[in-house]
């Protein structure tokens, strides 16, 4: 289970940021944190952000699509209904951070540390979290049809009504999570399933996953 997920700190207020990615931008170049601010419908596409540092920010109905936000660090940050479709994350850091009814279809987060993260009603079908550290980590009501989180080292993830057809858990081990509420059919693991040692399942995914050890279920 994971729990003692740690809450975003917001200060009570918030600066409403004014202005386009220029500003984002500023921030990047005077490797300034850009910090306790309000961002709202922002939209910005292929621009290079990496490196940027975020910390007790909102955005709301934003759109980061194409983006690079390589090596940025996001703390206290949540985003509330945006888009950051095929925006690479990767090598990134993430703590107490919320993604809320927001949209990531193919979006990379490889080799990133990512704790105290709520993930809940959001489209990331064929993210990317490989060779991801994962800790404190609730997904929940989300689309992760084709993702990867291969060869991840997990800790403390809750998994509730996520889909997770073909997606990929190769060489990450999931012991501990509780998989009874998801869809898992299609599943890349590898060919000994040991991936599957000591995770939970009900009674269906049982039977569809010994049929890949060669099992013949009998009624």
């Known amino acids: 289970m994971?729990?003692?997920?740690?809450?975003?700190?917001?200060?009570?207020?918030?600066?409403?940021?004014?202005?386009?990615?220029?500003?984002?931008?500023?921030?990047?170049?005077?490797?300034?944190?850009?910090?306790?601010?309000?961002?709202?419908?922002?939209?910005?596409?292929?621009?290079d952000?990496?490196?940027?540092c975020v910390s007790k920010v909102l955005f709301e109905n934003c759109s980061f699509q194409d983006c690079s936000f390589t090596k940025a660090e996001f703390t206290d940050v949540i985003f509330q209904s945006c888009d950051f479709s095929n925006s690479n994350f990767s090598d990134g850091y993430f703590n107490r951070c919320r993604f809320l009814s927001s949209k990531g279809l193919g979006a990379r987060f490889c080799g990133s540390v990512i704790q105290n993260v709520v993930i809940k009603d959001c489209n990331l079908n064929y993210v990317n979290f490989d060779s991801s550290k994962l800790e404190k980590i609730r997904i929940e009501e989300t689309q992760m049809t084709g993702g990867n989180i291969s060869q991840c080292k997990c800790k403390a993830i809750t998994w509730t009504n996520v889909i997770l057809e073909s997606a990929s858990f190769f060489k990450t081990p999931l012991r501990g999570?509780?998989?009874?509420?998801?869809?898992?059919s299609g599943l890349s693991l590898s060919d000994e399933l040991t991936e599957l040692k000591g995770a939970v399942v009900d009674l269906y995914q049982a039977a569809e996953l010994a049929k890949r050890l060669g099992l013949v279920i009998k009624s």
């Not at 952000?49 to 940027?52: A, F, H, Y």
């Not at 999570?177 to 898992?184: E, I, K, V, Y």
């Open 2 to 47: 994971a729990t003692g997920i740690m809450q975003p700190w917001m200060p009570p207020q918030l600066e409403e940021l004014a202005g386009g990615v220029e500003v984002l931008m500023e921030y990047k170049e005077r490797e300034e944190r850009l910090e306790e601010k309000h961002i709202v419908k922002l939209d910005v596409l292929e621009e």
């Open 49 to 52: 952000l990496e490196g940027l």
């Open 177 to 184: 999570m509780d998989f009874t509420t998801c869809n898992l």
